[in-house]
């Protein structure tokens, strides 16, 4: 008997709660005045936090070619979420994310079938050339490149352009293609072109939090593969590598209990490549 998906449902609440933030922010601060929290998952402020994200952050400083302290220390949170938690900013707050499970339901709903599976899968290394490949035109065109054209930042953008400008930018067009995206492969641009996820699985490479396979339990059905959104095996182990976004996916269908999240550290057998 498969487990219930309580992951999945913890998942899905914090997601939308993320998207809420951002959805009704801009509405807070234009017909009620209230500024508390400012901005979106790019640069966020809440109260007198700041929160910038990494690549935005890194981007900022190559342009300006400057320090500018508040902006590291606006950095300093989400590097060590990620860090000790990996990319769970993808999984777990990030808008496109969300709104790629929302197409998901809805398609089930039509259509009244399954989750699209993945009809082209390229190189998992793409993830690294799509990074150094955004930095470095960062630094040829001495312009934040995903600063601009970042989907999850580019939802907050839009969001906000609709509520105090009643219009729409051209760059919107972005999160379309993301989301389409999903009908070739499975979370397709997270798992091969997002530069921002590259970075944050860099940075997670030895995380603290990883889901774990217990041989023992294992029954190699596969059902873990099945379910994982970004095409690994976490019953081979692929769960501890720097490719997993630590979804919990895989951990919810495994009818066997053989997977689960565990703050391990890893000797070298457990990591993918």
Not at 81 to 108: H, K, M, N, Q, Y
Not at 215 to 241: D, F, I, R
Request: with cysteine; net charge positive.
């Amino acid at each position: 008997m498969v487990k219930s998906r309580t992951t999945y449902r913890w998942r899905i609440a914090v997601l939308t709660a993320a998207f809420l933030v951002i959805l009704l922010n801009p509405f807070a601060n234009r017909f009620l005045h209230i500024n508390f929290v400012q901005g979106w998952y790019q640069s966020l402020g809440i109260g007198k936090l700041w929160f910038v994200s990494p690549l935005e952050g890194t981007e900022s400083i190559l342009v300006a070619k400057l320090i500018y302290m508040p902006l590291l220390i606006g950095m300093v949170i989400p590097v060590l979420v990620a860090i000790f938690l990996g990319r769970v900013f993808c999984s777990w707050v990030c808008p496109i994310t969300f709104l790629s499970e929302v197409s998901d339901l809805i398609r089930v709903k039509v259509e009244g079938s399954s989750r699209i599976g993945d009809r082209l899968i390229l190189p998992r290394r793409l993830l690294w050339f799509a990074l150094i490949g955004e930095v470095t035109l960062t630094m040829v065109l001495g312009a934040p490149i995903f600063v601009f054209l970042s989907p999850p930042g580019l939802v907050g953008r839009e969001i906000m352009m609709a509520v105090f400008f009643k219009t729409m930018a051209i760059e919107g067009v972005v999160v379309l293609g993301v989301l389409a995206m999903n009908l070739i492969t499975r979370r397709m641009f997270c798992r091969y072109f997002c530069p921002l996820g590259a970075l944050l699985a860099f940075l997670g490479s030895h995380r603290k939090l990883r889901i774990y396979v217990e041989p023992s339990k294992c029954v190699n059905c596969g059902a873990c593969h099945k379910a994982c959104l970004m095409g690994l095996h976490p019953e081979t182990g692929e769960g501890c590598g720097i490719y997993c976004w630590g979804c919990g996916e895989c951990v919810d269908v495994c009818h066997k209990g053989a997977l689960s999240y565990r703050w391990i550290s890893l000797d070298r057998k457990m990591r993918s490549v």
